[in-house]
């Protein structure tokens, strides 16, 4: 009954480096999402995969942000060159659901900081 | 394009009395309404869902929310409140891509206070 986990929980990096941040869903879960939170803000949608397909990537802010779930389980969110303005939790979501806005589940995020 | 408003961006409450968080919405087609709460340090935590039907719907923790097309709103009601509810609480709409899973849209949140 595990839930959806996150790693690393907390991200210290400086800027001009690559971090990767790790999200693990619910088994059997095929709907993958990934928000940005950041401080005293509601989450803000940036990808969103269907097993190992990316269907929309609409919410991802630059280039310098990539996402991957190649076997359509564990996904990766890298951000490459990092600048102060990613800092901010990074949120993944998944849920049982192929067709409507199913109920999304959350896992408790990573906290990056840019230094 | 879809967005959520969420009016209050703080509320105090003292425990025991009734709680009511305001939610707005729009959007062009049938919304998928949530409410979410977060504790601090922790990711969103799912407190009910409306897709259809019953325009009341029933959460966890005894909260319930009421879905008002007439007026955009997706009200969370809870009629007594305890020192636990404290938290951050966010109202979401889902996309719905012609019938396809698509993204939640959050409001901003309103932060609950909970007076002894």
């Known amino acids: 009954g595990a839930g959806v986990s996150q790693s690393p929980r907390y991200k210290v990096a400086k800027r001009g480096q690559d971090v990767a941040l790790r999200c693990d869903p619910i088994s059997g879960h095929v709907s993958l999402f990934w928000y940005q939170q950041a401080l005293g803000q509601g989450p803000e949608f940036l990808t969103y995969f269907q097993n190992e397909a990316q269907l929309d990537k609409s919410g991802l802010p630059s280039d310098r942000f990539f996402a991957e779930r190649p076997e359509g389980s564990v996904s990766t969110l890298k951000i490459q060159r990092t600048q102060q303005e990613d800092s901010a939790v990074y949120l993944c979501a998944s849920s049982p659901s192929l067709t409507l806005p199913g109920p999304q589940h959350f896992g408790d995020g990573t906290r990056l900081s840019i230094l | ?116």
């Open chain 2, 1 to 116: 394009a879809q967005s959520v408003t969420q009016p209050d961006i703080h509320i105090t409450v003292s425990e025991g009395a009734s709680l009511e968080l305001r939610c707005n919405y729009s959007y062009g087609a049938t919304p998928y309404l949530f409410w979410y709460v977060q504790s601090p340090g922790q990711g969103l935590q799912l407190l009910l869902k409306y897709f259809s039907g019953d325009t009341l719907v029933q959460g966890i923790k005894g909260f319930e929310a009421e879905f008002k097309r007439s007026q955009s709103s997706f009200n969370l009601r809870k009629p007594s409140v305890h020192w636990s509810d404290a938290a951050e609480y966010f109202c979401a709409v889902g996309v719905n891509y012609g019938g396809s899973q698509g993204n939640l849209i959050f409001g901003k949140g309103t932060k609950l206070s909970v007076k002894p």
